[in-house]
Every structure is written in C-alpha cells, then in structure tokens.
C-alpha cells in the first residue's frame, strides 16, 4: 500500500464559489480537451453518437434546487437552483492513496497534488470505492484509473504564458467562479477566499482533509428574491396599430376573402 507524507511543502488546490458557478459546464469540456490532449492517455468515449454514450470525465457538474429559508411568517422564499461542480479534491488524507495495492496512486510531496501513475495502475478499482466523494473514474479502453491533476502538465511548463499556467478549469470559467493556488500560504488569493466567505470542506465527517474549498452560496436580499422580469421594458408594444408597410399588408390581408373585415 501506498504511504500518504506526514507533510507537503505547499498544497495547491481549487476554491470554487457556488454563488458565482452558472453551470455553464466550460470547464468540463475544457478539462476533456486539455486532459485528452495532453497529459497521460486520452480520456475515453465510447458510443458518444450512439443510444448509451458514456466516457471518462475528470470534472463534472451537478445541479439541485434547494429551498432557502423563509422571508418570514407565511413568506416561502424561492428556490434557488445551486450548481456543483465536482472532481478529484487532492486530500491531505487521501483513502484513495493508501489502499492502492501497487502504488500506482500517490501525493505529491512538493505541492500535495494526488497523481495515478498509469504505468503501475492495473485498473482494480479500489480507490474508486475508498473515495467519499466518487471522483474517481475507470477509463474502460485504457483499464487505468483516472483523476483530475489539478494540470500538473500546465501548471509548471515554462513554454507557457504565464496566463496560461493554471488548471484549464479555471482558465476557461467565463464566471470566474473556479480559482487556484496554493491554500497552505495564508496569503496566497485562495486562502483569503475562504478566511473572507467561509469557505467549506466537502463532507467533512469523512476525515479525508481535503485541500479543496467550496464558497456557499450567498443568501439573497429582498429585492433579489422578488420574481423579476428584466425584459418587461422591452416588451412593451411600440405601437397598437401596424404602421408604414406592415400597416399597409394589415390592409391588404384584411380586404382578402376570409380576412378579418
């Protein structure tokens, strides 16, 4: 079995804010390319066109309608739709790691990230069932288990712009609603996220330590529960009668037989 470090020197990891994600699932497509492309084998799809399409993903997005407390007495409040993004959450105390037989899945002293050397993965399953959180995925034309790195292959790779050094996740999240970096320095921009909105451990009655953090959604104001339709304005009819050609083809469909006159 593989043997978890006492320490890391840094622990890079995500801070995703569920009141700003749209589940507008940019990043799991763009996770798909970036990780189909690049690092390790491509990830799978298998009958994509067909009646059962099924692959491999490294992130995904759940979505749920949750119930927000009451506005007051009698008062329900909306439902609120949440999107949830999930994928591998690089634990301190990684189940998945220490019940790998062959030694295939380990964590990383230098930044805490989880990785699966393909090479000595013989596809058996285990971390599948030790991890809580299920972000693990058997890649079925491969036979290996895969995960997300976090783009271990983008993060250091100096031919890069700068920008562009950063998990493809969080790169592509046109709400901003993905952020990363390195939650052991306490002034780094993630761990001031979470110290400023509160942020959260997934599960964490399961004692897994995960490096990864998830801002709560917000709770809304009164004008912002209000059911409001912001194209209202524009809907308003510019005039009650047809005018200019329209008016005239009114006319002229009218005086036809089984027209309106």
């Known amino acids: 079995?593989?043997?978890?470090?006492?320490?890391?020197?840094?622990?890079?990891?995500?801070?995703?804010?569920?009141?700003?994600?749209?589940?507008?699932?940019?990043?799991?497509?763009?996770?798909?390319?970036?990780?189909?492309?690049?690092?390790?084998?491509?990830l799978s799809d298998l009958d994509?066109?067909?009646?059962?399409?099924?692959?491999?993903?490294?992130?995904?997005?759940?979505?749920?309608?949750?119930q927000p407390p009451d506005l007051g007495p009698g008062t329900p409040a909306p439902a609120?739709?949440?999107?949830?993004?999930?994928?591998c959450l690089h634990c301190d105390d990684a189940?998945?790691?220490?019940?790998?037989?062959?030694g295939a899945s380990y964590k990383r002293v230098e930044d805490g990230i989880v990785l699966v050397n393909e090479s000595d993965c013989i596809g058996c399953?285990?971390?599948?069932?030790?991890?809580?959180?299920?972000?693990?995925?058997?890649?079925?034309?491969?036979?290996?288990?895969?995960?997300?790195?976090l783009c271990v292959d983008r993060?250091?790779?100096?031919?890069?712009?700068?920008v562009d050094r950063t998990p493809a996740c969080v790169r592509t999240c046109p709400a901003g609603a993905r952020h990363f970096g390195d939650l052991a320095d306490p002034d780094s921009h993630v761990s001031q996220l979470v110290a400023e909105r509160g942020g959260m451990d997934l599960m964490p009655e399961m004692g897994t330590k995960p490096v990864n953090k998830y801002l709560p959604?917000?709770?809304?104001?009164?004008?912002?529960?209000?059911?409001?339709?912001?194209?209202?304005?524009?809907?308003d009819p510019v005039a009650e009668e047809p005018k200019g050609f329209l008016g005239w083809l009114d006319r002229t469909l009218d005086a036809l037989p089984g027209g309106k006159s």
């Not at 994509?48 to 749920?64: A, D, E, I, Q, W």
């Open 125 to 149: 399953g285990l971390c599948a069932w030790a991890c809580p959180y299920g972000a693990r995925e058997k890649d079925e034309v491969e036979g290996v288990m895969k995960k997300c790195t």
């Open 217 to 235: 959604p917000r709770p809304r104001d009164a004008s912002q529960r209000e059911e409001i339709d912001i194209l209202a304005p524009f809907l």
């Open 95 to 102: 189940p998945c790691v220490t019940v790998c037989p062959t």
């Open 1 to 42: 079995m593989t043997q978890l470090p006492t320490a890391t020197q840094r622990k890079l990891g995500l801070v995703i804010d569920l009141d700003t994600c749209v589940g507008c699932h940019a990043c799991v497509i763009s996770c798909k390319g970036w990780n189909t492309e690049n690092y390790g084998a491509p």
């Open 80 to 87: 609120q739709l949440i999107h949830f993004p999930k994928s």
């Open 48 to 66: 994509p066109y067909g009646p059962n399409p099924h692959g491999t993903f490294l992130n995904r997005v759940h979505s749920y309608e949750v």
């Open 155 to 162: 993060i250091y790779n100096e031919n890069l712009p700068e």
